[in-house]
């Protein structure tokens, strides 16, 4: 079985996506359910997991939206209002979606490195384990040390580290302090990583397996096949791979490991912290 644990879907507009830049073309077109369906079909892939792209809870309502007719998502991490004073309400609103799995804030975005630190942010944080959503770490490398203390304010909530931290990915020298901080944070047994995204912090124009294979070896180290597991990132990692190019990429990666840790890679450790329906796969 294989499960991706991380990809997007959206309409594009110039408006909604002003994140998409200039140097970002391929990223400026439609992707949807049927572009979904095709790469499953192309790289075998039985359930998806769909992330947020936008700040905006009418994203996460369409999500959820599309989630309730397509078999092929999973589950669904949307946005809502974590710092606002009303985020009971919004979350007890959604209560009754199931296909809703955990929540997430584009932090690596905020121009504050300690914003995720904030005590409104937080409040709403804490709101998430009693309603059994996890709640997604996106980050860039520098934000680790204070990730790791809003790890530690929440020890008992289910978290899952997108794209092994974002480290800076270049032929000239290996990211060392993503390392630190990473095997750091990797300490905390409530977090999870997924290892996706990895090639579009790569600032070359190209990439080689040999200069992923030094950041897969840290993040299978620090957090093991228990707490590892595949996504993609696209249409995102399009700036850099196709999308079955990343999934046979990481097989290749984890070819070392046993059956049961492939399995619990490139499925398992995604249905567990995720709590994914897999009847219905």
Not at 36 to 59: K, M, P, T, W
Not at 216 to 234: C, E, H, I, K, N
Request: aromatic share 8%; glycine share 4%.
């Amino acid at each position: 079985m294989l499960i991706d644990s991380h990809h997007h879907l959206w309409k594009y507009s110039t408006e909604e996506y002003g994140w998409i830049n200039d140097q970002m073309e391929p990223l400026r077109a439609d992707f949807l359910l049927p572009e979904l369906r095709e790469i499953a079909a192309h790289s075998q892939v039985d359930g998806f997991v769909s992330v947020q792209a936008r700040q905006n809870l009418q994203e996460t309502e369409d999500l959820l939206a599309m989630a309730r007719t397509e078999p092929l998502i999973s589950g669904v991490v949307g946005w809502v209002p974590l710092a606002d004073s009303n985020i009971s309400q919004v979350l007890d609103r959604l209560s009754d979606q199931s296909m809703l799995k955990g929540v997430r804030h584009v932090v690596q975005d905020e121009p504050d490195d300690r914003f995720i630190l904030g005590p409104d942010f937080n409040r709403g944080v804490s709101e998430l384990k009693g309603r059994g959503l996890v709640y997604d770490v996106l980050i860039f490398a520098r934000q680790l040390p204070a990730s790791i203390e809003f790890v530690d304010q929440h020890p008992d909530l289910t978290m899952v580290l997108d794209h092994i931290a974002k480290p800076t990915i270049t032929d000239a020298a290996f990211d060392k302090q993503w390392e630190t901080d990473f095997r750091e944070l990797a300490k905390r047994e409530n977090i999870s990583c997924k290892f996706s995204g990895v090639v579009t912090e790569i600032r070359e124009d190209s990439w080689s397996m040999d200069q992923i294979r030094r950041y897969w070896d840290v993040a299978l180290q620090a957090f093991t096949p228990d707490r590892l597991m595949f996504g993609s990132d696209w249409p995102v990692c399009l700036l850099k791979t196709e999308h079955r190019q990343w999934v046979n990429a990481v097989r290749e990666l984890a070819g070392e490991l046993s059956q049961t840790e492939q399995s619990k890679l490139f499925s398992a450790n995604a249905i567990r912290d995720y709590n994914l329906n897999v009847e219905s796969i």
